[in-house]
């Protein structure tokens, strides 16, 4: 039972380079969200959907980029990396229904130099 | 603005005692209140959650209290084992705006054997 995958588990990037964090889900889950984590701000919303086609954003949405074709999936994308965005970048997901409970990847830790 | 307050930052227990960790929001419209626990290079996990119609929440060696009148709610951790040390999350969230969790900044409990 996979749960939530994430990948890659590391990056490194240069300032200005793009990318995509992956993120599948394999429990038909409608809602899934992106958190990212830095030490003592404990875990922020980046940006979440409640359904294939439906994005929107959360607290810290700048500089990143979602989509949702599938239920499965919720690529983040970085469009222009910032050192601001070194952290650690955790998908979730869970069903629909709210207040339940939500499953997590086991993160992505990313460093931009 | 931190809509769920979070404390201690962090906490230092022998084994066999008692955690506590307290949690304060603002926003009444939140109903649902559960906490995760994080171990190193893991994602959080679901460890035991509350609505606001009860006052108290038991599982095992874990309880939460919760005091809607005071927007307070607590976690304690009876008998505390060296396993239990790993960072524990309050979050809450609000039905009626999808559900986001929304978190607070987390505790590192170290349990000493």
């Known amino acids: 039972n996979a749960g939530v995958t994430q990948t890659p588990k590391f990056q490194v990037l240069k300032t200005g380079q793009s990318m995509t964090l992956q993120c599948a889900q394999d429990m038909n889950h409608e809602y899934m969200s992106w958190y990212r984590q830095d030490p003592g701000m404990g875990l922020r919303l980046i940006h979440y959907?409640?359904?294939?086609?439906?994005?929107d954003q959360g607290e810290v949405p700048n500089g990143y980029n979602v989509s949702r074709s599938t239920t499965e999936d919720f690529p983040l994308r970085l469009l222009s990396a910032a050192p601001s965005q070194t952290s650690v970048y955790f998908c979730?997901?869970?069903?629909?229904?709210?207040?339940?409970?939500?499953?997590f990847g086991q993160g992505t830790r990313l460093t931009v130099v | 603005q931190q809509q769920v307050k979070q404390s201690p930052q962090s906490l230092i227990v022998q084994k066999g005692g008692i955690s506590i960790i307290n949690c304060a929001y603002e926003n009444t419209a939140f109903d649902y209140f559960p906490w995760y626990q994080q171990f190193p290079g893991k994602g959080p996990a679901l460890l035991i959650a509350i609505r606001p119609d009860v006052s108290e929440k038991k599982e095992g060696r874990f309880t939460i209290s919760f005091n809607k009148s005071a927007k307070q709610f607590s976690l304690h951790i009876m008998d505390s084992q060296p396993g239990d040390s790993a960072t524990y999350f309050c979050a809450a969230s609000n039905g009626g705006s999808q559900g986001n969790l929304i978190f607070g900044k987390g505790t590192k409990l170290s349990v000493k054997p």
């Open positions: 979730a997901s869970r069903a629909r229904l709210q207040n339940t409970e939500a499953f």
């Open positions: 959907s409640v359904g294939a086609g439906i994005t």
